[in-house]
């Protein structure tokens, strides 16, 4: 069975993909292979340092992702133009991944851009994780030292909660504590399981 998992910046995608790891599902993360695509020394890296000079990467020769993540959530273009390389990349190493997953089980595969990029009917389901925009701010800020701007700027470039609930077979609400959000994650795994066996 095929599962997409998807949710806003800092909704706890990676936290409800690492509880059903723990449950037995295998989970493969787009944002890994987003940033496997870019190491040093990989034709993904060279590919967007022609795009955009050699100003984005760091002293040590890596993708100066702090840079980069401010050119591209204030300019739509340069976001198009870094998806445009990123992307194909990162859809063929998906391809490697999937044709060596088991073919019994549950694989979760967890895509922030499920939704923006309409890949959502491949799916057997589709789990949303949501959060209201202020937690979400919350979480980068205290997270990951942004600046409320940089956090918004990233939720303006992402669909709307209405665009992601629409495609959602389960949607968890991760407004509790964490242990909330374990019982309801188990809750939907369980269900999955149920429908896989049927
Ligand atoms: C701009 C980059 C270098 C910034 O790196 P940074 O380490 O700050 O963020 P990271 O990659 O860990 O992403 C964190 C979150 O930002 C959001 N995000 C990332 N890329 C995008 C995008 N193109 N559009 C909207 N939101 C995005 C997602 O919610 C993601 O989970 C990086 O996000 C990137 O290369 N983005 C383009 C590739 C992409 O679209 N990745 C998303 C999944 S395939
Ligand atoms: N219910 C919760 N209560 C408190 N903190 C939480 C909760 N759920 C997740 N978090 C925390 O919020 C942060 C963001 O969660 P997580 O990294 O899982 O989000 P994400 O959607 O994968 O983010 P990204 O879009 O960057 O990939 C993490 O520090 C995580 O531990």
Do not use: C
């Amino acid at each position: 069975m095929r599962v997409g998992l998807t949710g806003g910046v800092a909704s706890g995608k990676s936290t409800v993909a690492a509880i059903l790891a723990e449950l037995g599902a295998v989970v493969i993360d787009a944002d890994l292979l987003a940033r496997e695509v870019v190491e040093q020394g990989t034709p993904g890296l060279a590919a967007v340092v022609e795009a955009f000079g050699p100003t984005v990467l760091t002293a040590d020769g890596d993708l100066d992702r702090p840079k980069m993540g401010a050119i591209v959530f204030n300019d739509t273009e340069k976001r198009r133009l870094l998806e445009s390389i990123v992307h194909p990349l990162v859809f063929a190493r998906y391809a490697e991944l999937e044709a060596s997953a088991p073919k019994t089980g549950i694989v979760v595969h967890d895509i922030p851009l499920l939704v923006e990029s309409g890949r959502a009917a491949e799916f057997d389901a589709v789990i949303v994780v949501d959060v209201p925009h202020q937690t979400q701010v919350e979480r980068m800020l205290r997270d990951r030292g942004w600046t409320e701007e940089d956090a918004r700027a990233r939720i303006a470039a992402q669909a709307s909660a209405a665009e992601r609930r629409a495609v959602a077979t389960f949607v968890i609400e991760n407004t509790g504590t964490l242990e909330d959000l374990r019982h309801r994650v188990t809750e939907v795994f369980e269900e999955l399981r149920r429908r896989a066996e049927a």
